[in-house]
């Protein structure tokens, strides 16, 4: 009874006495702390910073881009006036998530040249040379603190006309703009369109599907693909340019989630392409 009692104690020793070594073991280790995980966004939103942070950030070496969206201009009767805003949104959130190191993006545009769809409640335009001055004038601005490269996320196709002329102008001060041009054919909406249009048809709406399915309002959808005629588009089927009694020219109804995903990141790839285009681009010696 002894032996075993002796037995017992001198095991219940030999275990405290092992904690103890272990435990002074670990207090005389360092500590090791694993480095710290580096969370660096490559492109940088101007608006979130400050005065000081923004000298810092725009540079000779940067690209400064601003999306370009009509808050107010009507997308037919089943895509908000706001269509065009809620797409360059989206683009800009991507550049943002994917652009390299001396991107700046500045804020978003919502006014621009729309004057071919007038005759739609809440459309809104402004006029070529007011387009034209507002981005050469936003433009210089930016470009007093270092940055001669900029890029305009355009979601437009009238505002190709004002954007083409603000880049010979800000050219003469050795500024390159460059921006988002929809007509340019694009292998994966040939892949997938079914019909014609180009406001509000199945391509738009579907990448709207895609980008903010909230938006849309399927049930209203319906097909509006009068003859093309010049001018712009016109509910009076006796006026002058295209008629189309829904804001709408194309079939919309034939819009999928899938065909704007397609669509929206082969636009994403272009876009991401044509930036790091004009990174390349040698600046032209200032005059």
């Known amino acids: 009874m002894t032996f075993v009692l002796a037995s017992r104690l001198l095991k219940t020793f030999a275990l405290r006495l092992v904690t103890l070594c272990l435990f002074l073991s670990s207090a005389q280790s360092p500590t090791v702390t694993p480095p710290p995980v580096e969370h660096t966004n490559p492109a940088v939103l101007l608006e979130t910073l400050s005065w000081d942070e923004a000298e810092r950030v725009l540079t000779a070496d940067t690209v400064v881009v601003i999306a370009l ?29 994917s652009a390299p190191q001396n991107t700046v993006v500045a804020p978003t545009i919502n006014y621009s040249f729309y004057p071919a769809f ?24 930016l470009a007093h603190y270092g940055p001669r490269r900029f890029y305009i996320l355009n979601t437009g196709i009238s505002t190709l006309r004002p954007l083409a002329q603000a880049a010979t102008d800000l050219a003469k001060d050795g500024i390159i703009l460059h921006y988002t041009d929809l007509t340019r054919d694009d292998p994966v909406e040939k892949k997938v369109r079914q019909s014609g249009g180009t406001h509000a048809d199945e391509i738009e709406t579907s990448m709207m599907l895609y980008i903010a399915p909230e938006s849309v309002r399927m049930k209203k959808a319906a097909r509006d693909l009068n003859p093309n005629q010049p001018g712009g588009l016109t509910r009076d089927p006796q006026g002058k340019g295209t008629y189309s009694p829904t804001g709408a020219w194309g079939d919309p109804t034939l819009a999928t989630r899938e065909k704007g995903q397609a669509v929206t990141e082969s636009l994403v790839s272009t876009i991401l392409k044509d930036i790091d285009d004009l990174r390349q681009i040698a600046l032209p010696p200032l005059k």
């Open 69 to 97: 969206g009509a808050e107010s201009k009507e997308h037919g009767r089943h895509l908000q006036l706001n269509n065009d805003f809620l797409m360059a949104e989206y683009l800009k959130k991507r550049v943002l998530a």
């Open 118 to 141: 007038l005759e739609y409640p809440g459309s809104t335009t402004l006029s070529m040379d007011t387009a034209r001055a507002m981005i050469t004038d936003i433009i210089n601005s």
